[in-house]
Structures are given as structure tokens and as C-alpha cells.
């Protein structure tokens, strides 16, 4: 079975900086596209960032675009996200989430994804 457990979420301050983390399998890793996800109380669930499954191409919303990265560690089975410059309307529940289809265009539409991770908090106060 998937499985994808997030960490790194916390409080920080307008500004800061935060690396999230999804630890999942080897398996996973090499059959499915992996996508970060953010949902704010009272609004739907967004596409933030995601890295293709065979050659690593990276997307991003525009709301975060040179602020947030995206990697993938194979050795450690891990997908990170490095926030950097956050504001507090990034305040929100980050999901990392695993992809088996992985078409090009679709990687930040949360109905694409198959599997999820239970989610990690991050509070930007201004």
C-alpha cells in the first residue's frame, strides 16, 4: 500500500522559512508523480507544488512561484518542500499526495491524486 507522511509543519512568523517533508517507499517513488497540496479553513483544497514521477519536472502554483521548492531525495524516499518568504495567506494544512497516472499538465489538480498523507499545519503570523 501508499503510504505518505508529512512533517516539518510549525508556527513561524511572516517572513520565515519552512521545509515540509513527505516520507513514503522506494515503490512510490518510482510509480507515482508526488504533489503538495494546502487547504485554509473555509476554502478548498489547492495545488501548490509537484514533481513528475520519471524525469523530475517540477510545477508550482503562481502563488508560489520563487518563494517554494520543490525536490526529491530517492536515497531517502522523501519529496520536500522548501517555503521560503511565507505570508501569512500561506497559512494553511499541507498534504503531500501520490500520483500513479502522472500526466503533464494535470499534477496540480487534487483530483488527480490517488493517495494522501494526513496533513501538517503551518501558521504564518504576520
Known amino acids: 500500500q501508499v503510504q505518505l507522511v508529512e512533517s516539518g509543519g510549525g508556527s513561524v512568523q511572516s517572513g520565515s522559512s519552512l521545509r515540509l517533508s513527505c516520507a513514503t517507499s522506494?515503490?512510490?517513488?518510482?510509480?507515482?508523480?508526488i504533489g503538495w497540496f494546502r487547504q485554509a479553513p473555509g476554502k478548498e483544497r489547492e495545488g501548490v507544488s509537484a514533481i513528475s514521477r520519471d524525469y523530475g519536472t517540477t510545477y508550482y502554483a503562481d502563488s508560489v512561484k520563487g518563494r517554494f521548492t520543490i525536490s526529491r531525495d530517492n536515497a531517502k524516499n522523501t519529496v520536500y518542500l522548501q517555503m521560503n518568504s511565507l505570508k501569512p495567506e500561506d497559512t494553511a494544512v499541507y498534504y503531500c499526495?501520490?500520483?500513479?497516472?502522472?500526466?503533464?499538465?494535470?499534477?496540480?489538480?487534487?483530483?488527480?491524486?490517488?493517495?494522501w498523507g494526513q496533513g501538517t499545519q503551518v501558521t504564518v503570523s504576520s
Open positions: 499526495a501520490a500520483d500513479a497516472e502522472d500526466v503533464p499538465g494535470t499534477l496540480l489538480l487534487p483530483a488527480e491524486y490517488d493517495y
Open positions: 522506494a515503490r512510490t517513488l518510482h510509480y507515482h508523480a
